[in-house]
């Protein structure tokens, strides 16, 4: 298992919502809506990820991490490629809430996986990796979708984002290993 898979499968989820913010002034003049109502986009996002993040947690930890991950990767690819198609503010706000919600399993997967199989030395270095991407990412996510939208138009940040979540369920099915719950016990030791 990549500590380089696992930082890119928790990073998606910040990326996404970085991606966004050059897209605001397009969208409002594509959907006839002030920069406020956009707000929206964002503010859904997070509210998807600090919904579904807690609850992915237990899930994972009751019937394992892999099956969960690809699920939550399908329901971001899935939602993005929905994106690209539609033109309501309505129906983008509720897409943008299930892309978070899909994405959010790959922070929480990722921490989890790092702690279950990784020993102390090597998961503090997986845990650096992870924060620096996590930190990267929203950096270099407004110029890549400003230059995608500006050169392709705003349906290709949608493209992007589907294309980076398929490309990763794809590196999970086949990088991240069959798992069963985690035993409660374990768990606990291990955070002790």
Sequence with gaps: MSRWLLAAISSLSPFGISIMVPLVPMLSISLDRSVSDLQYLFSIYVIGLAVSQPLFGLVTDRIGRRPVLLWGFAVFVGASILLIFVDTLGAMIFLRFMQAVGVGVGTVVARGLIRD???????????????????????????????????????????????????????????IPHDGPVDQDEGQAASL
């Design 117 to 175: 199989h990784l020993p102390p030395d090597e998961a503090l270095k997986a845990f650096a990796l992870l924060t620096a991407a996590m930190g990267f990412t929203p950096v270099i996510a407004p110029v890549v979708g400003g230059y995608l939208a500006s050169l392709l138009g705003m349906a290709s940040v949608f493209v992007v984002l589907a294309l980076l979540g398929a490309g990763l369920l794809l590196l999970c099915v086949k990088s």
